[in-house]
């Protein structure tokens, strides 16, 4: 099963056109993004500009996402320029999508607002679906909402947007009857992507980055992984960082103590008497959970709005 296309589209009151410039910032400001674990490229030189698994055209780009989670890993990505709104295909199946296109999602949205303030546009671009009943329509998407409403743009009756080609945009995924929101759920297992969320909550929280090593032991790295940050690195928040990332790569005991999850660092900051950064962890990451138990059957809740994500 394929991933259905991401779509961004502006609105001011109703529908508008993509504004003039918006797509070449957009592939500029893509292109510009390169950390130690992402870098955005076009595909290899070595591939034929005619190869037809790729487009390079003034409105049709293909470009290679890299990034390393355990370790690198390539995705294609083909952003095209409907003039009406701009479409974003991720090549591969849904399982795929499930773990990647959540970040990519965010990845590119960040790189349209980037460009709205370079030409200085109203930021008032939102992300959606093509309507089912209707190819002039769109399924808006509600990131406000928890459970991700969708509202058509035209239709009456708005479209039953459901199933996992929609929803991995979103890190929307199946749990038997019920869903899991991995984007607000605390259970879900988090990557090197998630890096600067993390190291942020902590200094927001007040985090003293010198107990570093007692967190990584309770984290679940090994002592010897530890020791060797600290001889490599000299700086408290270099080792912080570095160990950080080499639990998000799931090194030594990590999934023994549940993996790198919300919910275990949030456990291992308590362990190491830190409980002032994780409350402020909790209750920034947990807040929309406040009123439920952690279990995993009340994390699944029964779906019950119209357009909600059904099984």
Known sequence: METKPLLIVWQD????????????LLIINLLSHKND?????????????????????????????????RVWKRYTLHIINHYTHIEVYFVGSVQKAK?????IRKLVMKAVSDSAKAINIEYNHVTAFSCPKRSTCYCVVDVEEEDFETN??????????SGDSYWCWF????????IIMSDSGHSQVLNVCDLDDILTDLKDG???SSDWKDLGLKLGLYDTTLSAIESNYFDVEDRLR?????????ANGVDDKGGPTW??????????????????????????????????????????KKNKHKP
């Not at 570095?242 to 799931?250: A, G, H």
Request: net charge positive; charged share 25%; with cysteine.
């Open 37 to 69: 674990y992402c870098t955005v490229d076009f595909p290899q030189s070595t591939f034929s500009p005619l190869d037809p698994q790729y487009y390079r055209y003034r409105d049709a780009l293909s470009l290679w996402i890299k990034i390393k989670i």
């Open 152 to 161: 058509c743009t035209s239709c009456a009756d708005s479209a039953d947007i």
């Open 242 to 250: 570095k160990c950080i990332v080499k639990w998000l790569q799931r």
């Open 263 to 304: 919910t275990t660092l949030v456990r291992a900051l308590e362990q190491c008497d830190s409980k002032p950064t994780a409350e402020h962890i909790r209750y920034n990451r947990f807040k929309r959970n406040a009123n439920q138990s952690q279990t995993d059957d009340e994390l699944c809740p029964p779906t019950s």
């Open 99 to 103: 773990q990647i296109c959540p970040y």
């Open 13 to 24: 009151k109703n529908t508008v056109p993509v504004p003039q410039g918006m797509f070449p």
């Open 206 to 208: 007040h985090y003293y």
């Open 171 to 178: 890190g929307i995924v199946d749990c038997d009857s019920k």
